[in-house]
């Protein structure tokens, strides 16, 4: 893939060369990270790299569209049927661009939308103050409740019932379980509020079937097609058939230019892959692992928030030993094992120090790992938590890990000589 790049600039070739070799040798556990088919990489640097398009099949602002129009006619079909949803748009280019073109979509400034708060699992783009959204839109945030540390439904529909927002966003990236999207959908119902749900990290599971789907209760479904989902950097937005118009204006002109083809070319692709057993029996495996290491981890007294997890993520609270989100994530990241330093619900901690870390279990899954290997993860975790001043046996924790992943290939060798 890169032969013309080796020749034209070897500096550059060797900075790639060098992330691959990053990527072979560690064990990646960032809950928003996958491993995609080489087809993804290929698709993402297509010949569609040359076309501008704007607009929809039949409707473009540029000529010599038609075989364009055939690749998003095709890839909003496979969508479709994927999710079995009424109406799909697969132009954003991320899961935040999908969010933006749903409050572009349906909301004026100043409208009220209530979400997850952002340090108890909820997202950035969905009206936290560090983000931009928050200076047009009224967010308040629902909570969730301190002894399970799962959703107060109860106190969602209070919030609700007092505030009137006109959206209700569910979904998050760092909620380990399940939400019950046909009761949040009933509260929208009674305060007359839309309810979108943002499965960026889950939409993998839904499309095979692990965990159950937004689509029958959501007025409108975001996401990204990088996590679970295992594809190209880019989103989606799915809605209900009467949305469909309002819901493209949002996303074009309202809040994106020109499409990006070379990633919906690589969605077209994932949509027909997800269908297949090999990714569904992958995604089946994912939460199987992700239990596995929370139960592990768990009996070597970490604490786990919400007491376990449903999903590929596992939110650990490292308190119990002694040391900071920041600490265990730096520690770990040096022995070869990445995961994300990660604020647990009602941190005293800030962002960048936090008192937990979170840990996904998409990538390994794909690579081949099960129970046993998870196990050994676990254990090595554990002695990186107790020991991460102590370089000596860090060094020897490093050997460790890249003992186990070594068994493991991150693409084949065939594979290999495509992408390289
Ligand atoms: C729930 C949720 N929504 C949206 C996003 C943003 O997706 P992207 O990085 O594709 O813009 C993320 C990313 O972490 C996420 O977790």
């Given at each position: 893939m890169l032969n013309k790049t080796k020749v034209s600039d070897p500096l550059l070739y060797e900075i790639v060369g060098k992330e691959l070799e990053r990527q072979k040798h560690n064990i990646e556990m960032i809950a928003s990270e996958s491993t995609v088919p080489v087809e993804i990489m290929e698709l993402s640097g297509c010949i569609f790299t040359n076309k501008t398009l704007e607009g929809y099949p039949g409707k473009r602002f540029q000529a010599g569209s038609h075989v364009a129009d055939e690749l998003e006619i095709l890839a909003n079909k496979r969508g479709m049927e994927l999710y079995g949803c009424d109406h799909i748009n697969i132009q954003p280019y991320s899961?935040?661009?999908?969010?933006?073109?749903?409050?572009?979509?349906?909301?004026?400034?100043?409208d009220k939308v209530m979400s997850?708060?952002?340090?108890?699992?909820?997202?950035?783009?969905?009206?936290?103050?560090?983000n931009f959204m928050s200076r047009f839109f009224n967010f308040e945030h629902y909570a969730i409740d301190k002894d399970t540390e799962q959703i107060d439904y109860?106190?969602?529909?209070?919030?609700?019932?007092?505030?009137?927002?006109?959206?209700?966003?569910?979904?998050?990236?760092?909620?380990?379980?399940?939400?019950?999207?046909?009761?949040?959908?009933?509260?929208a119902k009674e305060v007359d509020a839309y309810f979108m749900v943002d499965m960026a990290h889950i939409s993998g599971l839904v499309?095979?079937?692990?965990?159950?789907?937004?689509?029958?209760?959501?007025?409108?479904v975001t996401s990204s097609t990088t996590k679970t989902l295992g594809g190209p950097r880019a989103g989606f937005v799915m809605c209900k058939k009467e949305y469909a118009d309002k819901l493209d204006k949002g996303v074009f002109p309202g809040s994106l230019g020109s499409m990006h083809l070379t990633t919906m070319a690589a969605k077209c692709w994932l949509f027909e892959y997800a269908k297949s057993e090999k990714f569904r029996s992958i995604m089946r495996q994912i939460p199987v692992n992700a239990k596995h290491l929370a139960k592990e981890l768990e009996n070597y007294g970490f604490r786990i928030v919400s007491g376990g997890t449903d999903t590929h993520i596992v939110l650990v609270d490292v308190r119990n030993k002694n040391i900071t989100g920041k600490e265990f994530d730096d520690a770990l990241?040096?022995?070869?094992?990445?995961?994300?330093?990660?604020?647990?619900?009602?941190?005293?901690?800030?962002?960048?120090?936090?008192?937990?870390?979170?840990?996904?279990?998409?990538s390994v899954t794909q690579r081949g790992l099960r129970e046993k290997e998870i196990s050994e993860i676990a254990s090595i975790m554990n002695e990186v938590a107790e020991?991460?001043?102590?370089?000596?046996?860090?060094?020897?924790?490093?050997?460790?890990?890249d003992k186990l992943i070594?068994?493991?290939?991150?693409?084949?060798?065939e594979d290999l000589k495509e992408i390289m």
């Open positions: 899961g935040s661009t999908a969010n933006y073109a749903v409050y572009a979509a349906i909301l004026k400034k100043d997850m708060k952002l340090d108890q699992g909820g997202h950035l783009s969905h009206g936290s103050k560090a109860d106190g969602l529909e209070k919030q609700a019932k007092e505030f009137r927002p006109k959206l209700i966003i569910a979904g998050g990236s760092a909620y380990p379980r399940l939400i019950d999207f046909e009761r949040i959908a009933k509260i499309a095979a079937e692990v965990v159950p789907s937004p689509v029958p209760y959501a007025d409108f990241d040096y022995v070869g094992i990445t995961v994300n330093k990660n604020q647990i619900p009602f941190d005293p901690e800030g962002p960048n120090v936090t008192s937990g870390v979170r840990i996904g279990l998409t020991n991460v001043n102590n370089k000596e046996k860090l060094d020897e924790l490093r050997e460790r890990a070594e068994d493991f290939p991150l693409y084949s060798d």
